[in-house]
């Protein structure tokens, strides 16, 4: 079967740096996005990494190590309007996401 | 670009009664939407697919008949919850792609329902 692993909560301090993993099992693969979604809204786009090695956006970066079926999300420099919660989504064979359940990511002052 | 808006924000029914739920592309051609639910403190979980002008491919344990999808034109897809239970209660979040471009999916803000 499919399945994509984070996890489920994470705490960390404003001005810091957190880095949230994910795993998967898929059927093929086409690449891994990550999601911030914010409390009663709808996902946006953060990043989309479809080779191995770091992808760079400011403050967000994210890793992807497709042997290992492993990807990362770093987030440097936390301010308090991070908090959210982070998907992790594989688009594979079909073209179809497949999400993780998401990591709910509490900043604390 | 790539604006998908849906319709209503919010909605509160009675039990059996019927909720439609619009998503359209305000600037594309939507080839493909998708429709989502998540529960609370739940990723989403997709529902069906939809190509314009065919039958919607609904997930495994997602009632067709309780779940009606149209996709009749290029910018509209819309759901309609038919009798509506409380258990139906969710968020219902819709997206769209335009052919040849399987890497882009947008996302609209999302409809929360609420059945009484």
């Known amino acids: 079967g499919q399945n994509i692993d984070q996890p489920t909560e994470m705490t960390a301090t404003e001005g810091a740096i957190v880095q949230i993993n994910c795993t998967y099992q898929?059927?093929?693969?086409?690449?891994l996005f990550w999601y911030q979604q914010h409390a009663g809204e709808a996902p946006t786009f953060l990043s989309y990494?479809?080779l191995d090695g770091l992808e760079e956006k400011g403050r967000f970066s994210s890793f992807l190590s497709r042997s290992k079926g492993y990807s990362y999300l770093l987030l440097k420099e936390l301010q308090m309007k991070d908090s959210a919660s982070y998907l992790c989504?594989?688009?594979?064979?079909?073209?179809?996401?497949?999400w993780g359940a998401g990591t709910k990511l509490i900043i604390k002052p | 670009g790539a604006v998908v808006s849906q319709h209503p924000s919010w909605v509160i029914c009675k039990s059996g009664t019927s909720v439609k739920i619009e998503c359209r592309s305000l600037?594309?051609?939507?080839?493909?939407m998708f429709w989502y639910r998540q529960f609370p403190k739940q990723s989403l979980m997709l529902m069906a697919t939809?190509?314009?002008?065919?039958?919607?491919?609904?997930e495994q344990g997602v009632e067709k008949d309780k779940f009606l999808i149209n996709h009749a034109s290029l910018t509209l897809s819309t759901l309609t919850v038919t009798s509506a239970h409380p258990e139906d209660s969710s968020f219902y979040i819709c997206?769209?792609?335009?052919?040849?471009?399987?890497?882009?999916?947008?996302f609209g803000p999302g409809t929360r329902l609420l059945v009484l």
């Open positions: 898929t059927s093929g693969f086409n690449g």
């Open positions: 939809s190509n314009e002008g065919s039958k919607a491919t609904y």
């Open positions: 600037d594309f051609q939507a080839t493909t």
């Open positions: 989504a594989v688009l594979d064979s079909n073209y179809q996401l497949i």
């Open positions: 990494n479809v």
């Open positions: 997206s769209a792609r335009s052919q040849g471009q399987e890497i882009d999916q947008y």
